[in-house]
C-alpha cells in the first residue's frame, strides 16, 4: 500500500481500482507482492476474477494478506503464497498477473526471472511507481504488446498503469525513445497529470544540469549530461 490510500477489500484506493479495471472478467489472477491482498480481494469478492493468488516475498505483508483473505472468507478463492516474484506460480495457473506499487525494474527483474511462469499468461497489468520506462523496454524487447495505458494522480503522486498482452507469437519490437520513456498511449493522451509528471521531471533533470555544469568535468559526467539534454529535448517535444 502507498502511503496516504485508505482502502480495504470493499473499496479499493484510485491507484488500485484503475488497476482492476484491466483485469479481464473471470481471470486467474495472481498478484505479484500483494501486500494486504486488497486488490484480490476485491478482484474475486466482485467477480472479477474466479479465483486468485496472492504472492508475497516478506513476512509481514504476507501475513497481512493471510489474515485479510481469512477475514473476508475468500480461503476457498485466494491462494496466499510466500515467495520471490514469480516462484509461487506453477506454470498454467495465472492468465493474468498484476505487479503494482513498485520500482519499474524490481517489476522487470520479477518478470524477467519468472519467465518460464509466464506461458499461459494472457495479460500483465504492471503499475510502477518510478521507472516506467524499464516496464516498457521489457515489454517490447519479449513481444508483449502494451494494450492500453493510465497515468492518473492520487494524494498527490502519480502513477502510471501499463498493460500488456501476449499477442501472437509475442516477437520483440522497437518503441521510438519518447514512447519508450513517456508511454505511447499516453503521449497521445497528454491528459493532466501526464503534463504535470513530465513538467516536474523536465525541471528537476534542468535543475541537476545546472548542478553539473559547475562541477568537474569528465567523461562520464559528460554521457549523463548528453543522456539529460537528449530526455529534456524529448518531453519539450511532446509537451510542445
Ligand atoms: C509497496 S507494496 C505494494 C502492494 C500492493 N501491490 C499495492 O500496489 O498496493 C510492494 C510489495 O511488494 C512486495 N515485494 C517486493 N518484492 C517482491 C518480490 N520479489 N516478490 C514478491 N513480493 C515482493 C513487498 O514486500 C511489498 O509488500
Redesign the pocket.
Known amino acids: 500500500?502507498?502511503s496516504g490510500?485508505k482502502m480495504n477489500s470493499e473499496k479499493l484506493s484510485k491507484?488500485?481500482a484503475a488497476v482492476a479495471a484491466y483485469i479481464p472478467k473471470q481471470a486467474r489472477l495472481a498478484?505479484?507482492?500483494?501486500?494486504h491482498a486488497?486488490?484480490p480481494c476485491y478482484c474475486v469478492k466482485n467477480g472479477i476474477a474466479d479465483r486468485a493468488i496472492a504472492?508475497?516475498?516478506?513476512e509481514g505483508?504476507y501475513r497481512s494478506a493471510l489474515n485479510r483473505v481469512e477475514k473476508a472468507g475468500l480461503k476457498h478463492k485466494i491462494a496466499v503464497r510466500k515467495?520471490?516474484?514469480l516462484e509461487v506460480l506453477s506454470p498454467q495457473e495465472a492468465d493474468c498477473i498484476t505487479i503494482?506499487?513498485?520500482g519499474g525494474s524490481?517489476i522487470t527483474s520479477?518478470l524477467e526471472r519468472g519467465k518460464a511462469k509466464l506461458s499461459g499468461v494472457k495479460r500483465l497489468v504492471l503499475?510502477p511507481n518510478v521507472g516506467a520506462v524499464f516496464v516498457r523496454r521489457w515489454c517490447a524487447e519479449n513481444g508483449w504488446q502494451i494494450v492500453h495505458e493510465e497515468i492518473l494522480e492520487e494524494d498527490g503522486k502519480i502513477y502510471e498503469i501499463i498493460v500488456a498482452d501476449a499477442v501472437g507469437e509475442r516477437r520483440p519490437y522497437q518503441l521510438p525513445a519518447a514512447e519508450l520513456l513517456m508511454g505511447p498511449f499516453l503521449i497521445k493522451e497528454k491528459n493532466q497529470a501526464f503534463r504535470k509528471k513530465w513538467t516536474a521531471e523536465k525541471r528537476k533533470w534542468q535543475h541537476i544540469l545546472e548542478s553539473m555544469s559547475e562541477a568537474h568535468t569528465n567523461a562520464e559526467l559528460a554521457d549523463k549530461k548528453k543522456e539529460l539534454l537528449h530526455a529534456i529535448s524529448l518531453v519539450e517535444e511532446v509537451l510542445q
Open positions: 500500500m502507498q490510500e491507484r488500485l498478484d505479484i507482492g500483494s501486500d486488497y486488490l504472492g508475497e516475498v516478506v505483508p515467495g520471490n516474484g503494482a506499487g513498485m524490481l520479477i503499475q
